[in-house]
C-alpha cells in the first residue's frame, strides 16, 4: 500500500505562480506512473501531468509551457511546479500513482490551488 500526501497549495493571484508536491509513503518500484490530476467544481477529474518511472511526462495541453512535474527518487515525492496561473487553474489538485503493482491506483486527498485577484 501506498500513501501520498499533497501540499502546497494555496490562493495566488493571476499570472503567479505555486509549487505543489507529493510524498509517497515508500519507495515506488516497477514500473508506474505518478502525477497530478485535477477537479474543479462541477467538472470531472482530468489529467495534468504524469511522470513515468523511467522519467517520460505527458501533460494536458492547457498546461504545456506554464507547468512541470518533476520526481526526487531519493526522497519518494514528486512536484509540479505551477507557473503563469489562471483562473481556471483553481481546482483541488490530487496526486497519483499507478500500475501493475499498485492494483487500482492510489489518491491523494488533495490540495487546494484558487486563482484569484
Known amino acids: 500500500q501506498v500513501q501520498l500526501v499533497e501540499s502546497g497549495g494555496g490562493l495566488v493571484q493571476p499570472g503567479g505562480s505555486l509549487r505543489l508536491s507529493c510524498a509517497a509513503s515508500?519507495?515506488?518500484?516497477?514500473?508506474?506512473?505518478i502525477g497530478w490530476y485535477r477537479q474543479a467544481p462541477g467538472n470531472q477529474r482530468e489529467l495534468v501531468a504524469t511522470v513515468t518511472d523511467d522519467g517520460s511526462t505527458n501533460y494536458a495541453d492547457s498546461v504545456k509551457g506554464r507547468f512541470t512535474i518533476s520526481r526526487d527518487n531519493a526522497k519518494n515525492m514528486v512536484s509540479l511546479q505551477m507557473n503563469n496561473l489562471k483562473s481556471e487553474d483553481t481546482a483541488v489538485y490530487y496526486c497519483n500513482v499507478r500500475g501493475p503493482l499498485y492494483g487500482l491506483g492510489y489518491w491523494g486527498k488533495g490540495t487546494l490551488v484558487t486563482v484569484s485577484s
Open positions: 515508500r519507495k515506488l518500484f516497477g514500473s508506474y506512473v
